[in-house]
């Protein structure tokens, strides 16, 4: 299966890991490889980026479609004429946050197809019609659970070094990590290791172009994490604080709509802090360890 670099515009940075685009067109098959095509869904945002990747990955069977994202009759239109007439057998969510659950079922009712996803569903009111494991294999795709981003995350490979990678790596910005019980720090981290020691190819995210330099990219992402802890720690009151304080005094100039994710990202941070025992946690304040 070979890559086509089929759009000359992305762009890696000077750090080696992030990669960008322009906004693609949406609702245009655009191919990967022979038989990998990405479909963009029309919802940019500051945490999806030029929107959610929905990737039809073709088996000997028909083809798969992974993260329908968006629900909107025009997306769902695009998805099943990108499957240019081969039977779509399954419908695969990377993890059951809303922009890559909101089209799974009206896409699974239409089509007649299973919507699959980890067995442990972090969506209250979703249900996998067939519950994923790790290392399962289904439609030429091995499982990988990749829990951090979300609890329910898992990634996907194919049989010749291409991993789909939804949230967990993106090369165009880095990945919130909500605090427990939906995400940690210290599973992304060990989830990252595990993907690493796969030796893949090609990543291809949920948001975003694809990772051609991937162990750069996955390098660049745990360093970023590295370094965000040490500078939390060097940044972190002396006193008792709470989250909102401690993220007055650290982030200055947010964009609009980022606050809660920056919150949820300090928290995660912290609590894997407080389980190294450089942190301590009472009554909702947070206070730095000294040696």
Same mark, same amino acid.
């Given at each position: 299966?070979?890559?086509?670099?089929?759009?000359?515009? !992305?762009?890696?940075?000077?750090?080696?890991?992030?990669?960008?685009?322009?906004?693609? &067109?949406?609702?245009?098959?655009?191919?990967? +490889?022979?038989? $990998?095509?990405?479909?963009?869904?029309?919802?940019?945002?500051?945490?999806?980026?030029?929107?959610?990747?929905?990737?039809?990955?073709?088996?000997?069977?028909?083809?798969?479609?992974?993260?329908?994202?968006?629900?909107?009759?025009?997306?769902?239109?695009?998805?099943?004429?990108?499957?240019? %007439?081969?039977? !779509?057998?399954?419908? $695969?969510?990377?993890?059951?946050?809303?922009?890559?659950? /909101?089209?799974?079922?009206?896409?699974?009712?239409?089509?007649? #197809?299973?919507?699959?996803?980890?067995?442990?569903?972090?969506?209250?009111?979703?249900? &996998?019609?067939?519950?994923?494991?790790?290392?399962?294999?289904?439609?030429?795709? @091995?499982? !990988?659970?990749?829990?951090?981003?979300? +609890?329910?995350?898992?990634?996907?490979?194919?049989?010749?070094?291409?991993?789909?990678?939804?949230?967990?790596? *993106?090369?165009?910005?880095?990945?919130?990590?909500?605090?427990?019980?939906?995400?940690?720090?210290?599973?992304?981290?060990? +989830?990252?290791?595990?993907?690493?020691?796969?030796?893949?190819?090609?990543?291809? &995210?949920?948001? %975003?172009?694809?990772?051609? @330099? #991937?162990?750069?990219?996955?390098?660049?992402? *745990?360093?970023?994490?590295?370094?965000?802890?040490? +500078?939390?720690?060097?940044?972190?009151?002396?006193?008792?604080?709470?989250?909102?304080?401690?993220? /007055?005094?650290?982030?200055?100039?947010?964009?609009? %709509?980022?606050?809660?994710?920056?919150?949820?990202?300090?928290?995660?941070?912290?609590?894997?802090?407080?389980?190294?025992?450089?942190?301590?946690?009472? /009554?909702?304040?947070? *206070?730095?360890?000294?040696?």
């Amino acid at each position: 299966m070979s890559v086509l670099l089929a759009d000359a515009a !992305v762009k890696v940075a000077r750090n080696g890991w992030r990669v960008s685009e322009p906004p693609p &067109p949406y609702g245009v098959p655009l191919p990967q +490889s022979a038989t $990998i095509r990405r479909v963009v869904a029309n919802n940019p945002g500051p945490m999806t980026g030029n929107g959610t990747n929905s990737w039809l990955v073709e088996h000997t069977g028909g083809c798969v479609v992974i993260d329908p994202g968006s629900a909107t009759s025009a997306h769902l239109d695009a998805l099943v004429d990108a499957a240019s %007439g081969r039977p !779509v057998t399954h419908i $695969i969510l990377t993890h059951t946050h809303h922009d890559h659950l /909101d089209g799974a079922r009206p896409l699974g009712l239409r089509l007649g #197809v299973p919507v699959c996803g980890f067995h442990a569903s972090a969506e209250p009111e979703f249900t &996998p019609d067939i519950g994923l494991h790790d290392g399962d294999e289904i439609a030429g795709l @091995r499982v !990988v659970h990749t829990p951090g981003h979300a +609890s329910d995350h898992i990634c996907l490979e194919t049989g010749d070094g291409i991993i789909l990678t939804g949230d967990h790596v *993106m090369g165009w910005s880095t990945t919130m990590i909500p605090p427990a019980p939906h995400g940690s720090v210290r599973q992304f981290l060990a +989830s990252m290791d595990r993907l690493r020691s796969r030796h893949a190819r090609l990543l291809l &995210p949920a948001h %975003g172009p694809a990772i051609t @330099r #991937v162990e750069e990219c996955i390098d660049g992402l *745990m360093a970023h994490r590295q370094a965000r802890e040490e +500078s939390i720690l060097a940044l972190l009151p002396t006193t008792p604080r709470t989250l909102d304080e401690i993220v /007055d005094s650290m982030y200055h100039n947010l964009r609009p %709509g980022l606050r809660r994710a920056a919150q949820l990202n300090l928290h995660a941070h912290l609590e894997k802090l407080e389980h190294d025992g450089r942190v301590h946690h009472h /009554d909702g304040r947070w *206070m730095k360890i000294f040696p």
